[in-house]
């Protein structure tokens, strides 16, 4: 097989582009000047990443940002359907390493389905007394949603499709795309 034949093999494991990576990157800068100015009289703005999906947008975010901000990050795993009326369907693997008492504190997420995640994040760290809690998603699928969370910061909107790249994956596959594409079933 020629390098003709390997890329054009490669290029057909590529998934449609749903956003492409300059209407991401124009949309981080938007969220950074919003979340600057939200944060213009802060001392210092704690960012919480949850891994794995928010690496690449956490990154890109926190290189825009003017405010002073430190970065954290977290790993919860989620249990699917709730066991009883009353468990969590999310539990937290890894915390942050420093306190967030009296800080701001944004919560970062590559994309928010169900809601749970997210709820449940914001109670855990509302727990540690902080200034503030707000959430910054770069993804929202509204058609999913089991549980209502304010976003205080959106990237994008977008339809209940399995989406991959820019930090989202498959199996461990397509997370590091520049863009974020429409993963179809025969691709699962």
Not at 42 to 59: A, W, Y
Not at 139 to 146: F, N, Q, Y
Request: include cysteine; proline fraction near 6%; aromatic fraction near 6%.
């Amino acid at each position: 097989m020629g390098l003709t034949d390997s890329a054009s093999v490669r290029d057909m494991d590529m998934p449609p582009t749903l956003l492409s990576e300059s209407e991401i990157q124009s949309r981080v800068d938007e969220l950074a000047s919003e979340i600057d100015a939200t944060y213009a009289d802060t001392e210092m703005l704690v960012l919480i990443g949850v891994l794995k999906g928010s690496f690449i947008f956490l990154s890109d975010l926190a290189r825009r940002l003017k405010v002073p901000h430190r970065v954290e990050f977290i790993a919860v795993s989620s249990y699917g359907a709730k066991e009883s009326e009353h468990a969590d369907p999310v539990r937290l693997l890894m915390d942050v390493r420093h306190g967030i008492d009296g800080e701001d504190v944004l919560l970062v997420e590559d994309i928010v389905d169900t809601g749970h995640t997210l709820a449940y994040l914001k109670r855990l760290f509302a727990a540690h007394e902080p200034n503030s809690v707000r959430t910054c998603t770069l993804l929202h699928k509204p058609d999913r949603t089991e549980q209502e969370v304010p976003i205080d910061f959106l990237g994008f909107t977008i339809p209940d499709v399995w989406v991959v790249g820019y930090g989202l994956d498959y199996a461990e596959r397509h997370r590091t795309l520049p863009y974020i594409g429409e993963l179809p079933p025969e691709m699962r």
